[in-house]
């Protein structure tokens, strides 16, 4: 079974806080993603990563960055969080092309 | 750029109901659908992937359908139970062959007992 694997479930950082979300999936897939999920917005992507050091911009990139040292591990970085980005962020990881994705438990972010 | 509408917003229906989720595409250009599951404050678990060569695919109550044509896909739930109520998202890869994955906001099931 995969599995994908989140750091924290929970998590609360104050204003101007740098921030690590961290995920780790044992399938040896290439691609991986980060998704925020927002009520009334649904999930949109952040960042993707079809290989090791290489990462490609989603669609609301914008306030993050992100870090694929090791195939396993995909890492989010807030470099200084901001209140509007408190959300459910959500990781996910699939082989290339096509095939499904498989999706951490999620990790609940609050900026004070 | 592709669109993802999945409406109702919410559904209740009384247990033991068939019932269908529906999901619609603007663009048809599409490899694959998937319908994804989601329990409250939970990450979401992938229930059926129809590739854009399928018509449908089933896994025990669950049946999917594709047209592609019309931009449209149908999840059927058959015999529903209160362990069904969840929130039930459509997402479809492409247009391109890219692995990204564009989601509706999803359809939020409850069955009541």
């Known amino acids: 079974d995969v599995k994908v694997t989140q750091s924290s479930r929970y998590l609360v950082k104050r204003t101007g806080e740098k921030v690590f979300l961290e995920c780790v999936q044992d399938m040896d897939h290439e691609n991986m993603f980060w998704y925020r999920q927002d009520p009334g917005l649904g999930l949109r992507l952040i960042y993707f990563?079809?290989?090791?050091?290489?990462?490609e911009k989603g669609d609301i990139p914008e306030g993050y960055s992100v870090s694929r040292e090791k195939k396993e591990r995909f890492s989010l970085i807030l470099e200084s969080a901001s209140t509007n980005q408190t959300s459910m962020y959500l990781c996910?990881?699939?082989?290339?092309?096509?095939?499904?994705?498989?999706f951490g438990p999620g990790t609940r972010l609050t900026v004070l | 750029k592709q669109e993802v509408t999945q409406i109702p917003a919410a559904l209740s229906v009384p247990e033991g109901e068939n019932l269908v989720l529906n999901c619609s595409f603007t663009d048809s250009a599409i490899y694959n659908l998937q319908w994804f599951r989601q329990d409250p404050g939970k990450g979401l678990t992938s229930l059926l992937l129809i590739q854009s060569s399928q018509r449908e695919q089933t896994s025990g109550r669950l049946n999917a359908s594709l047209d592609k044509s019309s931009g449209r896909s149908t999840l059927y739930i058959a015999a529903s139970q209160p362990g069904d109520s969840a929130t039930y998202l459509c997402?479809?890869?492409?247009?391109?062959?890219?692995?990204?994955?564009?989601f509706g906001k999803g359809i939020t099931l409850s069955v009541r007992p």
């Open positions: 996910a990881s699939s082989l290339p092309d096509t095939d499904t994705q498989y």
């Open positions: 990563s079809y290989d090791v050091k290489m990462k």
């Open positions: 997402a479809v890869n492409g247009p391109g062959a890219n692995s990204k994955l564009t």
